[in-house]
């Protein structure tokens, strides 16, 4: 889609107040040459439009023209999906968290933590005008990992700098509800768009059903088919049926695990916390290897956070953005940084000790709340390695028909077809098969009963 189908969609209006908070002066006068192209491609039409705006402007007592780039999010374009994200107020939840939340975080740290987002310069929600202003993280070296690591998995130093810059971003949501005045109540009372669950929801008489429990189910149906040719544990449960007795309690695992446990830490949580929601910034050390290495990164795209236990935001990155192997030789040290970061930030800010002490944090992670990441990496996972057939590099093949086909079927018939015929998808889909019948059977074909998925 050319820039000039797109320009309607960023206001002058919008723009102008940008500016001003930008270069902090009122006296700017907006010039009319505004650039507006897209920021990214694929599917940045699904929940939202990303798009890359240069403004030229100057100031009244001065005629010299300067110009600021920003990225400007908007609602989606098709119908369904402006229906979708109205209803669900995913807007409403980003806005809320980057406009109240981060403000509060900006105030305790007062400089001496950085905050792991991008500046937000004026940001409008709650309307049919909803849009976020921020600034453009690829000016400061920014960029999100390469394509990839989708099918290998993020590397040690990726997921370091994550786990880390993810600890500093929840001690920072901690220690902002913990500032919060008594006679508020906490966090969901607070900012009521957080009370309600968007995505991992059973819904009741009367309310749409969530937008993923097609995928999931045609993810069940996937599992089923291709175990029967895996041998050991998976065709065995396969061919005795109790496979899909077990997976019947797949979504209501997911559903329960997610929300907020009065008797569990909970935290103001990212919500959909993976490598494509992260932008890294790189260094290439002088050694002369020429291999960079990530040393920071910046978190984006906050529709579905949440306030729930951290492990889920945890389990949510390591599933989506790593290999079993990996996660074997690696979760506990990272779960280790993640908490001493948390720790790290809470001090800094004054925010009290971390909500819960690290054996308890691993022992959840491996523990209650390990499902919620095995059984996101098969739903997910196989969807997203899809590559080109998911991440299209033409945005307008997001047609409204696409885009529906996307979240009822997950691309099923894509990703059997790819297993069919591509190895390293095969190995890679079999390696999450295969956790997932080990953990709905933690002690052999007879232990359904006890099965974590039917809790």
Known sequence: MASTDIAHLVSNEHLLQSIQVFTGRSDVVLCEDVDVHRATSGVEGFLSIVLRVNVHYHFQDDPEVKSKTFVVKRFPQTEMLVEFSQQSGIFSREGTYLDKVVSIMKRLSDGKVDIPLPLCYHIVYGGNDDAIVMEDLTEGGYRTPNPSYFSEGLDLCHCSVAMRRLGCLHGLAVAAERSLPPEIGGWLMAFPPFAREVCFYEAPPGVPPSPLTGMTQNAIETVLLLSKNIHGLPKEAEASGKLALVLEGLWPTLCRLVKANPGSPNVPCHGDCWMN???????????????????????????????????????YFMYLSTRRSFRESHLDELLSEYHASMKETLSAVNGGAPPLSLEQLRRDVHGEYKPFGVIIGAVMTPFFMLGEDFVRTDPDQLTPEAIDNMLKTGNADAVRTRYAKDPTFKLRLEEMIRELVELAFPHGLNSTEVSPLLQ
């Open 277 to 315: 929601n992260m932008m890294f910034r790189y260094d290439v050390p002088e050694d002369g290897s020429g291999m960079e290495r990530a040393v920071d990164v910046k978190f984006i795209d906050l529709q579905v956070t949440r306030y729930c236990h951290p492990a889920i935001d945890i389990l």
